[in-house]
C-alpha cells in the first residue's frame, strides 16, 4: 500500500469515527468536505496537490465543444475538491488513485446523472433543481 493510500485510509477512518467530524461514509465527506479533506492529504503528503475539478478545461475532461455536454468542467465538474499525486487523482472514496478524476466516483456519478438529464430546457432544468432542493431560496431579491 502506498503512503498516500494509507494515508487517505487513515483519515477517512478519523473523519467517520466521529472525532471531530460527523460524516459516515467517505460518500458523505465528498459531499461537503472534501476541500478540508485534500487540504490535509496535500500537507501531508510531499509532492500532493488539491484541485476543483472546474480548474481543469473542457479539453482536459475530454469532452469536446461539439460534444452534447460541452460546458462539463462549468456546469458538472466544478462542485468536488481532489487530490493529484504521481499523474494520478484521489479523493476519500478513491485512496488508491485513478488514472483520470472522471474516474474518482464523485464524477461517474455525477456524469451519470448529467447525461440522464441532458435533454431538458432551461426551465426544466430549473424547476427540477427548485424540487430537488426545497430549502434553498430560489427569490432574486
Not at 496535500?42 to 500532493?48: F, N, P, R
Not at 456524469?111 to 426545497?134: G, M
Request: aromatic share 14%.
Amino acid at each position: 500500500m502506498t503512503k498516500i493510500t494509507k494515508a487517505i485510509k487513515a483519515l477517512v477512518t478519523q473523519y467517520i469515527s466521529g472525532v471531530n467530524y460527523h460524516p459516515s461514509s467517505a460518500y458523505d465527506i465528498n459531499n461537503g468536505l472534501c476541500e478540508e479533506f485534500a487540504m490535509i492529504i496535500d500537507e501531508q503528503i510531499e509532492g500532493a496537490y488539491m484541485s476543483w475539478g472546474d480548474q481543469l478545461d473542457d479539453k482536459f475532461w475530454g469532452m469536446a465543444r461539439d460534444h452534447r455536454i460541452y460546458r462539463w468542467a462549468e456546469e458538472h465538474a466544478f462542485g468536488h475538491c481532489f487530490i493529484i499525486f504521481k499523474d494520478r487523482y484521489y479523493d476519500s472514496e478513491a485512496p488508491e488513485g485513478v488514472d483520470h478524476p472522471k474516474d474518482l466516483p464523485f464524477y461517474v456519478r455525477r456524469l451519470a446523472y448529467a447525461l440522464k438529464h441532458i435533454d431538458e430546457t432551461s426551465e426544466e432544468f430549473w424547476a427540477r433543481i427548485q424540487r430537488e432542493n426545497p430549502d434553498n431560496d430560489w427569490s432574486t431579491d
